[in-house]
Nanobody, 122 residues
Framework: QVQLVESGGGSVQAGGSLRLSCAVS????????LSWFRQTPGREREGVAT???????IYADSVKGRFTISQDNAQNTLYLQMNSLKPEDTGTYYC????????????????WGQGTQVTVSS
């Protein structure tokens, strides 16, 4: 079992920044990737960014150049630095832990946090 707890959400104006954190604990020996997803009412949960233990990353096209995913050496904490925020970035952000494949598909992730709310106003 892996536990994930997000923090750092809030309300900001368009163009502003937020930094999300996710504390990771439990048995992480089979965890190879950590990811951020987001969801708004009426829409499917979508992958935002994923990082592998090797450091490889992938991003959704909608956030490339604005968001940066990172992790500490022990994989105890996952981060998402969000810059130049837009109203369409609004949603509940979830961290997730998954297997070997570097993916933005939610089916590849076994463990999920409770989510943290991000609201971007125009």
């Amino acid at each position: 079992q892996v536990q994930l707890v997000e923090s750092g959400g809030g309300s900001v104006q368009a163009g502003g920044s937020l930094r999300l954190s996710c504390a990771v604990s439990g048995n992480r020996y089979n965890v190879y990737t950590l990811s951020w997803f987001r969801q708004t009412p009426g829409r499917e949960r979508e992958g935002v960014a994923t990082i592998h233990t090797h450091g490889n990353t992938i991003y959704a096209d909608s956030v490339k150049g604005r968001f940066t995913i990172s992790q500490d050496n022990a994989q105890n904490t996952l981060y998402l630095q969000m810059n130049s925020l837009k109203p369409e970035d609004t949603g509940t952000y979830y961290c997730a832990a998954g297997g070997w494949r570097l993916s933005l598909d939610r089916d590849f992730f076994r463990y999920w946090g409770q989510g943290t709310q991000v609201t971007v106003s125009s």
